[in-house]
């Protein structure tokens, strides 16, 4: 295989070696497990979200709603998810992983450590770890600067309300900054004061 500019890229060959890791996955799951890679990968994610709304599990998985909505009523009716309306407010549903999941959950993340022994293949045990380790400063990273799905659960006219609020405050402060360079007395300018 001919090695491209663009396997040497950074996001490319991440994202190819998640499209090998999947495709490896599928080749084990295919003989033991009763459910597919995107159920698996939706059932992992609602295992660290508990209790997430739909709308925002579609956001964190980057699949469409609609799309998440089938997947979500056959995963209902194999009893792998359950929903509930939220405490607050009844029109929002949470979602939430059952028992009899959490059981295929363990047998797909044991799949998934025999596909990463052969990912690893030939990698010292320090290697290994440093490269984890790697990859999770590389998330983190990334996690401070990509907005959290959970600013999908706010909706647009708050935000851009928030927004428009945080815009006047750094005026205000701003506005502040210069009178204090210019030596005047803030005293009359109260208002310009941050609130």
Not at 166 to 194: F, H, I, K, M
């Amino acid at each position: 295989m001919k090695v491209t500019d663009s396997a040497q890229r950074f996001g490319f060959l991440v994202a190819d070696i998640q499209r090998l890791f999947g495709r490896r996955f599928e080749q084990f799951a295919q003989r033991t497990l009763p459910m597919t890679r995107a159920q698996c990968r939706l059932l992992a994610y609602l295992s660290v979200n508990r209790g997430v709304s739909p709308t925002v599990l579609a956001d964190i998985l980057e699949t469409p709603v609609q799309t998440l909505a089938r997947t979500l009523e056959r995963m209902e009716e194999e009893g792998w998810v359950r929903r509930r309306p939220d405490a607050r407010d009844p029109r929002i549903e949470r979602l939430f992983v059952t028992r009899a999941a959490v059981a295929q959950l363990q047998v797909a993340r044991r799949l998934s450590d025999e596909v990463r022994d052969e990912a690893l293949h030939g990698l010292t045990a320090f290697e290994a770890v440093q490269l984890t380790q790697l990859l999770q400063k590389v998330r983190r990273n990334l996690t401070h600067v990509v907005p959290t799905p959970l600013d999908t659960v706010v909706p647009a006219v708050l935000r851009r309300a928030q927004a428009e609020n945080a815009a006047n405050a750094s005026a205000r402060a701003s506005a502040v900054d210069v009178l204090d360079e210019a030596g005047d007395d803030l005293s009359e300018y109260t208002d310009l004061r941050p609130q």
